[in-house]
C-alpha cells in the first residue's frame, strides 16, 4: 500500500458501508485508455514505468503491456519503494520495506511516469520524487494514477488519471487487483467518524 | 519493537521481517553512487564498545551514517570508564545528551539487558560476554538464506569454541527459530554443558530442540547444508581447553581435505576475525565456497534494518505485525 488511508487496511470493525466504484471490465477499459494517453504523450520516445509498491507495481506492468500491444515504443518498467524517503515515518507503525528494482542503466536522461493505486495527500509522490533524483536525473517525469481521491496537501498534479473520486476523509478507496487481491474492483468504503 | 537484545524467543515473523528488510536495502542501495537514505535524520545512535572490535562497531556506524543517523563512537579505553564510571552511569550520561539509541558489546553476559532496563533509549546488543551477539546471528541467516534460499529443514554445523561464543548462542536459537537443524562439533572441553537438552530449559520454544552434539567433525561434515567456523576464544579461556594450537587445527580446523567432504552446494561461514591455520586454512577461507566477505557486507544491510525497524517508526509494535 503506497497510500496510508488510500486503500487496504480495512478496520477490524470492518467498514459501515462499502461500494463497488469500478468493475473488473471498467478497470480494464480505463488501463487502456490511460495506455493510449501516455502513447499520445510521449510517443516515439519510451518511457521508464515505475510502480510505487504495493499496487502500483502492478498498475505500471498493466499499463506497459497495453503500450506495447497497442504500438507505442516498448516501455522498461520498475519498482521504487518510497518508504525510506516518507515524512511521515515517526507518526504511524513501522512499515515494511519492499525492493526497488530500477533499470541498470539508471535514470538519466529518461522520461519516467511514476504510477500508483490512488492519489490522496500527495506525500506518497513527493517521497517518490525525492528518491528517484538518488537514481539518477530524468528528463521528466510524469504521473499515472488509477484514482485520484482529491485532499491533495502538496503541490502535486497527476498527467494521467483513470478516474476522479471526490471523497470525505472519512472515506477509504480500496484499490482490488488480481496479482495482489485475486480480483479487479475499486470500492469505496465508509466509516463512522472516529471509527478509524 | 523497542530493544534487540537477544534472539532467545524472537518470533519467526519478526526474524523474516528483518531480514526481508535488509534484503530490500541491500538490493535497493545496489550499484547505487549516493548510499545515504534520509530516514533517520536527526536521530543519534551511540556505540558504546567495552570490548575491542572493528567490524561490529565499523558496521554499525557505516549502517547508520547510510541511513543519515548522526553516529558517535566511545571504546571504553578512551572515555570516563578508565576513571571509574560505572556501565550505568556512562549510559545515563549518553542519553541525557540525547542518544536515541546504544549499541553496546560489555564483557560481562547480561550487561545490554542490564541496560535496557536502565535508559529511556533504545538499547542494540552488539555482543555481551559469552551471552548473545543478536545481529551477528541476522547477518548470518541473511547470507544462508541468500545462498540456501529456505533455511526450513537445512542442517548448520557449528565448529569450535560453542562455550564462549554468543556467536554460536544467538545462531543456534535462531536458526532453530528458521527451521533449521543444528550439529555442533567441538572437543568436549569447549562445549557447554548439556547443550544438547536447553530446549527443556527454553519455555518458549515451541518447538523441539534440533541440535546434536558430536566430536568428529570428518563424520558431521558430509550433509551439512552449511558449516560455520567460530574462532577459538583464547582471551576468554583461563585454563587449558586443549593441549595445543596445532592438535586443535588437526582435530577440528576446516582444512582443504575437509572442504572435499561437503557437499557441493554447502556454505562456509566463519564470524570473523580469523584466525588462519588455526579453525580455517587459508585456502579455505579464500574459497567460493566461503561466503565471509557476504557476511561482512550483509552486515550492514542487517544492521540498518534493525535501526530502521527500531528508530523510524512509532514504537509499539514488533517487525512482521505491521498494518499492511
Known amino acids: 500500500m503506497s497510500s496510508p488511508s488510500g486503500t487496504g487496511a480495512v478496520g477490524a470493525a470492518g467498514p459501515l458501508r462499502q461500494r463497488e466504484l469500478l468493475s473488473a471490465a471498467e478497470v480494464a477499459r480505463i488501463v487502456a485508455r490511460m495506455a493510449h494517453q501516455i502513447i499520445e504523450r510521449t510517443a516515439p520516445e519510451p518511457v521508464v514505468m515505475v510502480g510505487i509498491p504495493t499496487r502500483g507495481v502492478p498498475l505500471a506492468h498493466r499499463l506497459a503491456d497495453r503500450i506495447r500491444e497497442f504500438g507505442g515504443p516498448a516501455p522498461v518498467v520498475g519498482t521504487l519503494d518510497v518508504t525510506l524517503y516518507r515524512d511521515d515515518l515517526r507518526r504511524r507503525p513501522t512499515r515494511p520495506l519492499r525492493a526497488t528494482e530500477l533499470p541498470a542503466a539508471g535514470l538519466d536522461d529518461a522520461l519516467v511516469v511514476l504510477v500508483d493505486d490512488v492519489l490522496y495527500s500527495g506525500r506518497t509522490v513527493a517521497a517518490a520524487l525525492d528518491a528517484l533524483r538518488e537514481y539518477g536525473r530524468p528528463r521528466a517525469v510524469q504521473l499515472a494514477v488509477l484514482v485520484d481521491r482529491g485532499h491533495r496537501e502538496l503541490p502535486i498534479r497527476p498527467d494521467y488519471v483513470g478516474k476522479n473520486v471526490p471523497t470525505s476523509r472519512d472515506e477509504e478507496i480500496g484499490v482490488l487487483l488480481r496479482e495482489t487481491d485475486h480480483t479487479d474492483a475499486v470500492m469505496l468504503r465508509a466509516y463512522d467518524r472516529g471509527q478509524r | ?251 577440528y580446523g576446516l582444512t582443504e581435505a575437509r572442504l572435499g567432504l561437503l557437499p557441493e552446494h554447502a556454505v562456509v561461514l566463519h564470524p570473523g576475525p580469523m584466525l588462519r591455520g588455526m579453525e580455517i586454512a587459508h585456502s579455505v577461507a579464500d574459497s567460493p565456497r566461503a561466503a565471509i566477505t557476504e557476511q561482512v557486507r550483509n552486515g550492514v544491510h542487517v544492521r540498518m534494518a534493525v535501526l530502521y525497524y527500531l528508530l523510524a517508526g512509532r514504537d509499539d509494535q514488533a517487525p512482521g505485525e505491521e498494518q499492511v
Not at chain 2, 31 to 56: D, I, N
Not at chain 2, 201 to 223: E, I, K, Q, R, Y
Request: net charge neutral; hydrophobic share 45%; with cysteine.
Open chain 2, 1 to 251: 519493537m523497542r530493544h534487540l537484545l537477544t534472539t532467545t524467543g524472537l518470533p519467526r515473523k519478526t526474524v523474516t521481517a528483518l531480514l526481508d528488510s535488509a534484503e530490500a536495502l541491500k538490493q535497493s542501495l545496489l550499484g547505487r553512487e549516493v548510499r545515504k537514505l534520509p530516514t533517520l535524520r536527526g536521530r543519534t545512535v551511540v556505540t558504546l564498545f567495552y570490548e575491542s572490535s572493528t567490524r561490529t562497531r565499523v558496521s554499525f556506524e557505516i549502517a547508520g551514517k547510510w541511513m543519515s543517523a548522526d553516529v558517535v563512537n566511545i571504546s571504553a579505553g578512551g572515555s570516563a570508564v578508565v576513571k571509574g564510571e560505572s556501565l550505568r552511569d556512562t549510559a545515563l550520561t549518553l542519553t541525557a545528551m540525547g542518544a536515541d539509541c546504544v549499541v553496546l558489546r560489555h564483557p560481562a553476559s547480561g550487561a545490554a539487558h542490564r541496560l535496557a532496563g536502565w535508559v529511556a533509549a533504545h538499547v542494540i546488543n552488539a555482543g555481551d560476554g559469552t551471552h548473545q551477539h543478536p545481529t551477528q546471528a541476522l547477518l548470518d541467516a541473511a547470507t544462508l538464506r541468500e545462498r540456501l534460499g529456505d533455511l526450513n529443514g537445512r542442517t548448520v554445523t557449528i565448529v569450535g569454541d560453542v562455550l564462549h561464543s554468543r556467536v554460536a548462542r544467538s545462531n543456534i536459537e535462531l536458526l532453530i527459530t528458521l527451521g533449521a537443524r543444528i550439529r555442533l562439533v567441538a572437543p568436549p572441553t569447549l562445549l557447554p554443558w548439556d547443550v544438547a537438552h536447553w530446549g527443556n530449559a527454553l519455555a518458549s520454544t515451541d518447538c523441539d530442540w534440533p541440535v546434536t552434539v558430536s566430536h568428529d567433525l570428518d563424520a558431521a561434515l558430509p550433509g551439512s547444508d552449511a558449516v560455520m567456523m567460530l574462532r577459538v576464544q583464547a582471551e576468554r579461556m583461563h585454563g587449558e581447553f586443549f593441549p595445543s594450537g596445532r592438535e586443535y587445527a588437526i582435530s
